[in-house]
């Protein structure tokens, strides 16, 4: 008896709070990891990045974006940045996004701005900002990039290219 009232009241309760528009697996393509000028050190210096990332595997929790299955990145930045840490980052980057046939179904214009420290893996500073035209209008991104190489190498010898996956969140 106290069980069918339990159940009615779980299965009756409000849904959350609506998930992110969109979730994507980021990576950057083998052939084309993401280029800093100069090469980023020890220490931090004003670099530019320049890259490609791959969107794939993308969900949408909130149903407003089902069509936006994949995508293709192109991001350029300029930052305060080292191996270990990044900061003042300014940039842009554009999104072409596929449909789940692999036709293209729109493009995003993002705003990339990152002005707090951002430590550990400074590579995701290049993913956070706002969709400022085309799909997703308006929708806070934000994500994390892993870079695939150890930290210690890039403080001892120094990095210009940077592979690396992770995940973005659009909402």
């Not at 008896?1 to 697996?25: E, K, N, R």
């Not at 530019?48 to 794939?56: M, S, V, Y």
């Not at 192109?74 to 842009?92: E, F, P, Q, W």
């Not at 214009?109 to 290049?126: E, G, V, Y």
Request: aromatic content about 4%.
């Amino acid at each position: 008896m106290y069980l069918d009232w339990i159940i009615a009241i779980v299965t009756s309760a409000p849904a959350g709070l609506p998930g992110p528009a969109l979730t994507c697996v980021v990576a950057t393509p083998s052939e084309r990891p993401l280029a800093f000028t100069p090469r980023i050190g020890l220490t931090p210096r004003r670099v530019a990045a320049r890259g490609n990332l791959q969107l794939t595997g993308c969900t949408s929790p909130d149903g407003s974006a089902a069509s936006l299955r994949s995508g293709w990145v192109t991001v350029k930045a300029g930052a305060v940045a080292s191996c270990a840490s990044a900061r003042d980052v300014r940039g842009s980057a554009v999104i072409t996004w596929f449909g789940g046939d692999g036709r293209p179904v729109g493009t995003s214009r993002l705003r990339i701005k990152a002005d707090r420290l951002a430590t550990q893996h400074p590579a995701d500073a290049l993913l956070a900002g706002t969709v400022a035209a085309g799909a997703l209008k308006g929708e806070r991104v934000r994500g994390g990039l892993s870079p695939a190489a150890a930290l210690l190498g890039c403080a001892t010898r120094g990095t210009s290219a940077l592979p690396g996956n992770g995940k973005i969140t659009f909402g």
